[in-house]
Every structure is written in C-alpha cells, then in structure tokens.
C-alpha cells in the first residue's frame, strides 16, 4: 500500500496547469493504483487529482458510490478528461485532502458530460449528475491549479472551519463535506 504525500494550502505548487498525458502505459498504470491507494487511504475520500501529489499531468479518480443513494458510476479513472457539456448550476458544500480544514460552498454545474481516456487508454464519455458531477469538477480544477477556494460565492459567509460539524460528518460517511 502506498500512500503519497499530498500537497496542501498554500502551496504554490498546486496552483500549477497540469499536462495531458501522451501515453497510457504501465507505468501510468502503476502511479494511478498508487493515486487510488492514497485517495482510499483519506476517510470518506472521494476524489484525488495527480496534482495533488506532485505529479502534473492531466489524471483524476473520483469513486462517490459509498455515498448512499446517489446516482453514479463507480470507480472512474479519467485521463486528460475534459468537460464537454454543462447544464443547470447549483450551490454545494465541498472539501478536499489539500485544504484539510476546511469546507466551502460552492458553485457548480448539476450535470456534466465529461469525455476522458480509462486506464487501458480507451476513449470514454460519462453523463454524471449532482455529487458525482461536482466531485469532477473539483477535479479538473486541480488540473488547472484551482482550489474550491479560488471558487467560493462568498469568503465571509461560505467558508467554514472543519472541526465538530465537518469531522463529524466525515466520521459517519455522509453529506457534501468528504475529502477530495
Ligand atoms: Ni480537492
């Protein structure tokens, strides 16, 4: 099991733009068990961005289906994914492993068509709606060296310190509020 170190808030490295990736390999392969083992390792995570452990290509992971009762499509490994579609707009609360305390609400569109390569290179398209569509787009943001931070409606009155209420809700598994 390998867990990588992720950076955090305010490192400047995450505010780097992230390249496509020109080969889907076995050694890709390798790194993205190990983007997926430390993603798992996180209570709760959901999400993780190859950025986000220092490696800057275009790669992100997002599993909701231990969320209950959410409409999704399992394990997803997206390699240079880009969003083709957006529809509706709609506020939620997000976290993420490189901010670690705190949550934000945040802006994003109800559904998304996203078209990506897997990790055997085969060119997939997905429609997702609600949390798993705004987990993407947290995602892609990292690629582009953006932080839900960077997007909140409001710093004053949208931002929220994690103790109590976020650990809570991270312990029993539910709500907006899980790392990624
Ligand atoms: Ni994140």
Redesign the pocket.
């Given at each position: 099991m390998v867990v990588l170190e992720i950076f955090t808030y305010p490192d400047e490295r995450l505010k780097q733009i992230s390249q496509p990736v020109q080969r889907v390999d076995d050694a890709l392969r390798t790194f993205i068990a190990e983007l997926e083992q430390t993603m798992r390792h996180s209570p709760g995570g959901v999400?993780?961005?190859a950025p986000?452990v220092g490696r800057f290509q275009r790669i992100v992971i997002v599993d909701v289906s231990a969320k209950p009762k959410i409409a999704n499509h399992g394990r997803m490994i997206l390699v240079n994914p880009e969003i083709l579609s957006w529809e509706g707009m709609v506020k939620g609360r997000?976290?993420?492993?490189?901010?670690p305390d705190y949550t934000g609400n945040v802006m994003r569109a109800e559904r998304v068509t996203v078209s990506a390569l897997d990790e055997q290179g085969e060119p997939r398209e997905y429609h997702c709606e609600g949390y798993e569509a705004r987990a993407i787009q947290?995602?892609i943001?990292?690629l582009d060296g953006l932080?839900?931070l960077d997007r909140l409606v409001s710093r004053r009155t949208d931002l929220f310190r994690r103790k109590n209420y976020g650990e809570k809700k991270r312990r029993r598994g539910e709500g907006g509020a899980t790392?990624?």
């Open positions: 999400g993780i961005a986000q997000e976290g993420c492993m490189s901010v947290h995602e943001d990292h932080l839900f790392p990624r």
